[in-house]
């Protein structure tokens, strides 16, 4: 059974540099790195030193408030150094690859037979647990709770974003052992959201609910799809998971080994042959940067899409959740009565002396240009007509500056993730971090309340 | 090449200093920043305020314009009145636009420099940019007062006006009320002999009062006030050739103003819209009290209350209130659905008080200024209806489980 998810408002970015759907394996990488601050509000608690052996699915560490969820080596070889920054804080863990992978063997576990508490201790033994995110407050999931439904999007919306029709192609079996086994884990569903058009992997599937999701950018987002599926409510849990996890997950079962491969989209305008790769959480971004080739020197590489990934430099590596790398030039330049001249290349939600509205088909060159100065929040109603959510983004925003806890939690907190006010982040013509803002608000009340 | 560079040498230099605000200020009038993008989204849109605001400025500009001829031409055809029956023929002269420019340029120059003079101080003093929201403020101050406003009184009430209607809540986007007519309502209270009467709507009247040739040129509202019939014809109310404050006479180009913000969306239709929809209410209200005998010929609302419904949209400053002042984001509702409701009772508010306080017949001031108080109330309850739903959708699901 299927049901339709129809979003009306919201808005596709259409930038230059899309990824070609063609697979190319990237160049193994010499060494990998683990940045804790991929895994929000996790401190991590070193199991292995520098100089210390490890094979792919070791245990590297663990998180401090909880042992259980550990976070283990995407690969086989030598941890070489472990960088700190302010405050002795850990900011990268460097492995440097053996030559050929041995990984370390969990056993074959059978999803259709086995029972949640199997399955449960399993993933987090091997490392799986980080891929599973909960709502509220957007972390990894708590291991206590059980989730009334479990999320899964699977349609890419955001833009230049990793097709995941494409990058799932042929993963059937890794994704029915996942979904089996994770609805296990929960009394309620297992809700999927697939592109309307298009083959998802996803459709043949037996332990889903399956949703077709249409309209534009931020339908994908999983947040949306919640918001219209089952919003959560306060003192309920959701988990959200990413399809490519889904694999890992998967093949965790079948085979008993934690291997995270990555089909990552490398795309944007400063790519000189936008297309997929096959690589490894961690890798150096620069195995398959410089494989493809870059345009130009004053580029940013972004570890994700361009709303809502992190800047890496071009040696950096990729993180941890990461399905797309975008690289896109930098806008640190002036600009002549940029204030006040038409513009025709860049994108604009209002016609203010801007024309993107006389062809909404061109796909753009943006830059990292903020386009203007941080100011107060003044013009109203622009974030609603990208906003999809029933609730109310600037007010949302506004409460949690003021760090309003009783506000935020009225106005729907736990339902959101930062990357829901990606879009209006994006419109906003004060240039207010909005995305910074709602994840301050949510850090304030996982302390506070969570 | 050379300018940026220098500029950008210079930017460094200020950085950190108390002058990098003003430097900075001016600097982004020349040259967008080369500000990036450090967290969230890594590409935004390329609209920001500056371009926003400008745009409502460029919505103002015609205004400005007609209201400068219109201050030449109110001033020759007081003195000599045939000029009024070729109004097209008379309107666009050179006399008419030097003698304009001489008494609402210095209108222009004062607000701004007055206004900005107090933003830039108050923006070294907290050491923050300085911000947009006056650009448009101090456009709109000389379209709405009396062209022989004394300047020093109009600088008095824009330090007033930018002070206590802006600054001391925290600067643009902090404000409850809009600081254009809040400095109007200043000058109302403060000088009233200089912002109603007979004798301030044309140039010279008030110098000339009390001479032989003394010229004299009451606004619509103050004649339908006054219980008599005005000599102008519609299509003059319309084109606007007709005295009033500077710029808000001329219905038709504010009607283009209007379409021009809400075609690039930088003004809300919605306010627009049921502004206008709530003065015809109340128009027809008034109309139907009258139709019914209610009130008589010769009653004081009498003149105004029969002024046919839709006569009301193209005389006095109503137009002008409700589509550049009315709309401005920070002190209007900020939902969609507070919009309607404010706008409605703008225009509700407007007539009303037009039609029952005949000694100040400009209603839309006051309406505005009012509604602006009530704004964050009505968001409240919209944003309350949402809250509600949730707390409903959490109540159910806790029913079904216990």
Redesign the interface.
């Given at each position: 059974m299927s049901k339709d998810i129809k979003i009306k408002k919201g808005l596709t970015?259409k930038?230059k540099g899309e990824a070609e759907k063609t697979l190319s394996s990237a160049p193994r990488s010499r060494t990998f790195a683990l940045r804790p601050s991929d895994f929000h509000l996790i401190t991590p608690k070193m199991v292995v030193r520098e100089g210390g052996k490890v094979q792919a699915g070791d245990t590297i560490f663990y998180s401090k408030s909880n042992e259980l969820v550990k976070f283990v080596s995407p690969v086989s070889g030598t941890l070489t150094k472990i960088e700190r920054g302010a405050k002795r804080v850990i900011t990268e863990i460097i492995i440097e690859a053996d030559p050929q992978d041995t990984f370390k063997d969990f056993g074959i576990l059978s999803p259709d037979s086995s029972s949640a508490e199997a399955i449960k201790s399993r993933l987090l033994e091997s490392g799986c647990w980080p891929f599973i995110m909960q709502r509220p407050y957007a972390v990894i999931a708590d291991t206590e709770q059980e989730p009334r439904d479990i999320f899964i999007s699977a349609v890419s919306t955001a833009?230049l974003a990793n097709d995941v029709d494409f990058s799932l192609n042929g993963k059937e079996k890794e994704l029915q052992a996942a979904v089996t086994a994770l609805s296990k884990l929960t009394k309620g569903q297992v809700h999927v959201g697939v592109g309307k058009s298009g083959s998802s992997p996803f459709k043949g599937l037996k332990d889903i609910s399956l949703h077709n999701v249409s309209g534009p950018h931020p339908a994908g987002n999983v947040g949306t799809q919640i918001n219209k599926i089952s919003?959560v409510?306060?003192?309920?849990i959701v988990w959200t998971i990413a399809p490519q996890d889904l694999v890992i997950i998967g093949e965790l079962l079948l085979t008993g080994k934690f291997n995270p491969d990555r089909i990552i989209a490398l795309s944007g305008s400063e790519v000189k042959t936008p297309k997929y790769y096959r690589t490894r959480i961690g890798s150096e971004a620069a195995t398959f940067l410089y494989d493809s080739g870059l345009k130009d020197e004053n580029v940013?590489v972004?570890s994700g899409d361009?709303?809502?990934?992190k800047?890496i430099s071009p040696k950096g590596h990729l993180g941890y959740y990461s399905n797309t790398v975008?690289v896109?030039p930098?806008?640190?330049?002036?600009?002549?009565?940029?204030?006040?001249k038409p513009?025709f290349d860049?994108?604009?939600?209002?016609?203010?002396?801007?024309f993107?509205w006389l062809t909404p088909n061109k796909k753009y060159d943006?830059?990292?240009?903020?386009?203007?100065?941080?100011?107060?929040?003044?013009?109203?109603?622009?974030y609603?007509e990208v906003f999809p959510l029933?609730?109310?983004p600037?007010?949302m925003l506004k409460a949690c500056m003021v760090k309003d806890l009783d506000q935020m939690e009225?106005?729907?907190m736990y339902e959101v993730a930062?990357e829901d006010f990606?879009l209006t982040?994006?419109?906003?013509?004060?240039?207010q971090?909005?995305?910074?803002i709602i994840r301050n608000g949510l850090d304030l009340m996982y302390k506070e309340i969570g | 090449m050379g300018l940026?560079q220098n500029?950008?040498k210079l930017k460094e230099k200020y950085k950190g200093t108390k002058m990098a605000p003003a430097f900075?200020a001016l600097h982004?009038?020349?040259?967008?920043?080369?500000?990036?993008?450090?967290?969230?989204?890594?590409?935004?849109?390329?609209?920001?305020?500056?371009?926003?605001m400008?745009?409502v400025i460029m919505a103002l500009v015609p205004c400005l314009i007609f209201g400068i001829f219109n201050a030449g031409y109110q001033h020759y055809a007081a003195i000599d009145n045939t000029l009024r029956l070729d109004p097209l023929g008379n309107f666009f002269t050179w006399d008419n636009f030097i003698l304009g420019a001489w008494t609402v340029l210095p209108l222009v120059i004062v607000s701004y420099v007055v206004g900005l003079g107090v933003e830039f101080i108050f923006a070294i003093i907290k050491k923050h940019?300085v911000?947009?929201?006056y650009l448009v403020t101090g456009m709109l101050v000389p379209l709405i007062v009396p062209i022989d406003i004394p300047l020093w009184m109009l600088a008095v009430a824009v330090i007033f006006g930018v002070v206590i209607g802006k600054e001391v809540f925290?600067?643009?986007?902090?404000n409850i009320l809009n600081p254009a007519l809040t400095i109007r309502a200043f000058l109302f209270f403060a000088y009233p002999t200089w912002m109603s009467g007979d004798k301030v709507w044309v140039h010279g009247a008030q110098a000339m009062a009390g001479q032989p040739d003394a010229i004299s040129g009451e606004t619509i509202l103050g004649t339908l006030a006054a219980n008599s019939h005005p000599v102008y014809s519609l299509w003059d109310m319309f084109w606007g050739f007709i005295p009033g404050s500077v710029g808000e006479t001329s219905t038709f180009l504010i009607i283009i103003g209007g379409l021009f913000l809400i075609?690039?969306?930088?003004g809300?239709w919605r306010i627009m819209l049921s502004a206008v929809i709530g003065a015809i209410a109340m128009g027809l209200i008034f109309n139907g009290v009258v139709a019914q005998g209610w009130i008589q010929e010769g009653s004081k609302f009498y003149g105004l209350m029969n002024e046919p419904f839709w006569h009301h949209l193209i005389i006095g400053g109503l137009a002008f209130g409700i589509v550049y002042m009315a709309t401005d984001?920070?002190t209007?509702s900020?939902?969609?659905k507070g919009?309607w409701i404010y706008g409605f009772f703008i225009g509700f508010m407007s007539i009303m008080i037009r039609v029952f306080n005949p000694a100040y017949p400009e209603g839309v001031m006051l309406a505005i200024l009012l509604m602006n108080v009530f704004a964050p109330t009505i968001?409240h309850y919209v944003?309350k209806g949402?809250?509600n739903?949730?707390?409903k959708?959490?109540k159910h699901?806790k029913a079904k489980t216990a």
């Open positions: 970015i930038l833009p919003p409510n306060k003192n309920e940013r972004i361009v709303l809502t990934g800047k975008t896109i930098e806008g640190d330049d002036y600009e002549l009565f940029g204030w006040n513009v860049k994108i604009s939600t209002s016609r203010a002396l801007t993107s943006l830059d990292t240009n903020t386009n203007g100065e941080h100011r107060a929040f003044v013009v109203t109603g622009n609603e029933d609730m109310f600037m007010q009225a106005l729907g930062p990606s982040e994006f419109v906003c013509v004060s240039k971090p909005h995305q910074q | 940026k500029l950008h900075n982004t009038f020349l040259y967008t920043p080369n500000e990036t993008t450090h967290s969230g989204a890594h590409v935004r849109v390329v609209d920001d305020l500056k371009r926003t400008n745009t940019e911000e947009e929201g925290g600067g643009t986007g902090m075609f690039t969306k930088i809300s984001p920070v209007a900020q939902t969609n919009k968001d944003v949402n809250i739903k949730r707390m959708r959490a699901l």
